[in-house]
Nanobody, 122 residues
């Protein structure tokens, strides 16, 4: 069973940048897996942030378009998200998902990492 481990979170001032990483414990065949970033702010529901589907197509939530960039390394084992121009509303726990997922939601069989915390505060 694949395991996902996120890293790269931290505390940053508004306007700052962070790069999140998600390492998978095994090769994820693009044929069967999408990979996504979700986030959950305190007291709010999970929100899809960015996704790469099995064809390589990329999608972003409107709230992060132009500021966040999702990418994946060649052997499909590491997922990244470069986050620029961060603001207070980006503060959340960020999770990496593999499996049936998209910016709009996720399936029950999607695998989740444990998350990495992002705090944007002056």
């Amino acid at each position: 069973q694949v395991e996902l481990v996120e890293s790269g979170g931290g505390s940053v001032q508004p306007g700052g940048s962070l790069r999140l990483s998600c390492v998978a414990s095994e090769y994820l065949s693009r044929t069967y897996w999408s990979m996504c970033w979700f986030r959950q702010a305190a007291g709010k529901r999970h929100e899809g942030v960015a996704a790469i589907d099995s064809t390589g197509r990329i999608a972003y939530a409107d709230s992060v378009k132009g500021r966040f960039t999702i990418s994946q390394d060649k052997d499909k084992k590491i997922l990244y998200m470069q986050m620029n121009s961060l603001n207070d509303s980006d503060s959340a726990m960020y999770y990496c998902l593999a499996g049936p997922c998209s910016v709009g939601g996720y399936g029950s069989s999607a695998k989740w990492g444990r998350g990495t915390q992002v705090i944007v505060s002056s």
